[in-house]
C-alpha cells in the first residue's frame, strides 16, 4: 500500500494571510519501503505521499495531484475501472487509479463514492472553499485516522494511513486512551470501529465519509450492507456457474500487480477458495501464489488446522510457508 498524510490549520486558512510553518511529514516514514515521496504545501495546509508501484497503472500515480481548485491524496485499488472509464469522459485508460478519482470527484462531489468500488482512503483539499474531503471504502480494505485538535483560535485536523503519522504532529498527544484500549482488546464484542490507543486519535469507520472546514469536522455513513434480492435459477450447475464468475472477477481485480501475490491460507474456505481461484489466475501468466499458514509446533500437531492446509496444497502447486513460534 501507499500512505497518505495531511494537515490543515484552519486557524490560519486565510487569503494573504502571514505564512504558517506546517508539519513537515517528510521524515516520519523514513523506513517505510516506498518507490518516491511527494508533498504539497501552502501556508496552511501540508498533504504528504509516499508513493509503491503496485499495479502497472500504478507506475504513472504523481500524487498529491494539483489542480487550480483541488489537491488529491489516495491509496487506493479500485476494482471498477472499467465501468468509471466508460462514465468518465476524458481519461485514457492507461490512466492511474486516482486520476479516475479526481475526474469521479468532479462529476459527482461528495456523491463519487457511491459509483467506486475496492479499496480506498482518499483525501481532497478544496483550494476555493477550504474544505477538505475524506472517505474510506466500503467494508475498510484502507485505512484512515484522523485527529482534530482544538484550541482558542481554531482547530487543526490531522489525518494519516497510520496514527505514527499524527503522533509525530507537535499538537497530537500521546496520552493514552484507557477505553480506546479497552475496545481493541474487546473488539469481537463492542464492534468499535473508530477506538484506537490513543486520546484524540480516531479511525474514520468503514462507509464513513469526513468533511472538515473552518466551522468544524462533519461525518456521515454512505454505505451500509443492505439484503440483497434472491437469486433463482433453473438448475445447480447455473449457480455454480454464477459463483465462480463473481468470484473470479473479485479475485482478478485484487491481483492485478506486478509484484508476488501472496494470500494466509488458514485451511478454511474462505481462505482455500480465494487462493486456488488467485493460484488458477496467475497460471494463466505463468505466476505461482505465494501462501502462509499459521501453525502449532510440530510437537503440538494435530490440534491445529494443518490437516486442512495440506489437504489443499497436494492438490495445488502453491509456495507454501509454515510460521510457527
Request: proline share 5%; hydrophobic share 35%; charged share 25%.
Amino acid at each position: 500500500m501507499s500512505i497518505i498524510a495531511g494537515s490543515v490549520d484552519f486557524a490560519h486558512c486565510i487569503s494573504n494571510s502571514t505564512p504558517y510553518l506546517t508539519h513537515p511529514f517528510r521524515h516520519v516514514f523514513d523506513k517505510f519501503k516506498h518507490d518516491y515521496y511527494r508533498e504539497w504545501n501552502d501556508s496552511s495546509v501540508t498533504l504528504s505521499y509516499w508513493h509503491r508501484i503496485i499495479s502497472p497503472e500504478s507506475i504513472s500515480d504523481t500524487q498529491p495531484i494539483n489542480t487550480h481548485e483541488l489537491v488529491l491524496l489516495a491509496d487506493l485499488r479500485l476494482d471498477n475501472r472499467a465501468e468509471l472509464l466508460n462514465q468518465l469522459n476524458g481519461v485514457n485508460p492507461p490512466s492511474p487509479d486516482s486520476d479516475l478519482v479526481l475526474a469521479a470527484y468532479k462529476k459527482w462531489g461528495k456523491d463519487c463514492v457511491n459509483h467506486m468500488l475496492g479499496g480506498f482512503a482518499i483525501a481532497i483539499w478544496n483550494k476555493e472553499t477550504e474544505t477538505l474531503f475524506c472517505a474510506r471504502d466500503q467494508v475498510g480494505n484502507k485505512p484512515l485516522y484522523y485527529a482534530d485538535i482544538k484550541d482558542s483560535s481554531g482547530h487543526t485536523f490531522i489525518f494519516c494511513t497510520s496514527p505514527t503519522g499524527i503522533l509525530k504532529h507537535p499538537k497530537a498527544t500521546r496520552e493514552i486512551d484507557p477505553e480506546g484500549v479497552f475496545n481493541i482488546l474487546m473488539g469481537s464484542v463492542c464492534n468499535e470501529e473508530t477506538a484506537t490507543l490513543f486520546s484524540g486519535i480516531k479511525r474514520l469507520a468503514a462507509g464513513f465519509c469526513l468533511q472538515a472546514n473552518k466551522k468544524g469536522t462533519e461525518l456521515w455513513r454512505y454505505w451500509e450492507p443492505e439484503p440483497g434480492n434472491p437469486v433463482r435459477f433453473t438448475n445447480e450447475n447455473d449457480y455454480v456457474e454464477g459463483f465462480n464468475e463473481k468470484l473470479e472477477q473479485a479475485v482478478k481485480a485484487c491481483i492485478n500487480t506486478e509484484l508476488p501475490v501472496s494470500s494466509f491460507l488458514s485451511g478454511g474456505l474462505d481462505s482455500s477458495t480465494v487462493s486456488c481461484m488467485a493460484n488458477k489466475l496467475l497460471h494463466r501468466s505463468d505466476k505461482r501464489l505465494i501462501t502462509s499458514s499459521f501453525v502449532l509446533p510440530e510437537y503440538e500437531a494435530g490440534i491445529d488446522e494443518r490437516k486442512y492446509i495440506d489437504d489443499i496444497l497436494q492438490e495445488n502447486d502453491f509456495e507454501h510457508f509454515y510460521i510457527t513460534r
